[in-house]
């Protein structure tokens, strides 16, 4: 299968909370790029949807829900797309091949010390966003799940100025040329998310 991307995420989260933190809303739902964003109760990713597949990657779940309509809009943020989805996985070797079996390709692995043992992290391509597959020792047994969304911002300094105590520190990302925020847990977000200043 060619060209499967990200269409649609379910985010647990009350939809105002986002609209607050600069995000154009209509009707409890946004588009970012080209994914559409469709907010449910709970909290963290409930679901996507992916163009072609119509089944569980290696259990993260499908939202079956009839399609937003979720209509291109600038955000007050200044976020333009969707950088990242990060995905927690007890066995990556697992959760790959279950990806590679839709034709979707691991482009690289990036492997880290860290005090609790490795940690390391495939990257795949959905579309514009990047799938980070993360595996560490802290990570309980069972299917993969989802855990956070990175998006990319042309100013971040802006970003920053609007969301004001929202927004934690910005700080050098990993990627190089590139800095980060992360958005903290009492602007009611429902999940971890993170602004990223766009790739130049």
Do not use: C, Y
Not at 31 to 43: I, K
Not at 119 to 131: A, D, M, S, W, Y
């Amino acid at each position: 299968m060619v060209g499967v991307r990200i269409e649609q995420l379910t985010i647990g989260a009350d939809a105002s909370r986002w609209a607050e933190a600069g995000f154009a809303i209509e009707g409890g739902a946004a588009r970012v790029g080209e994914v559409a964003l469709r907010f449910t109760g709970g909290e963290g990713i409930r679901g996507w949807r992916l163009s072609g597949v119509g089944a569980e990657i290696d259990g993260l779940p499908v939202d079956t829900a009839a399609d937003v309509v979720a209509r291109e809009a600038q955000h007050s943020n200044g976020v333009i797309r969707i950088d990242h989805v990060v995905v927690l996985t007890p066995d990556l070797k697992r959760t790959t091949g279950a990806l590679e079996a839709l034709g979707v390709e691991r482009r690289r692995v990036r492997e880290v010390e860290t005090d609790e043992g490795p940690l390391r992290q495939g990257f795949f391509r959905l579309g514009e966003v990047i799938l980070e597959v993360v595996h560490s020792p802290k990570v309980e047994s069972g299917p993969a799940r989802f855990w956070g969304i990175t998006f990319a911002a042309n100013d971040l300094e802006a970003t920053a100025e609007l969301l004001g105590e929202r927004l934690g520190s910005i700080r050098d990302a990993v990627q190089p040329g590139r800095r980060i925020a992360t958005v903290r847990r009492e602007a009611g977000l429902g999940l971890p998310v993170a602004i990223i200043s766009a790739a130049g």
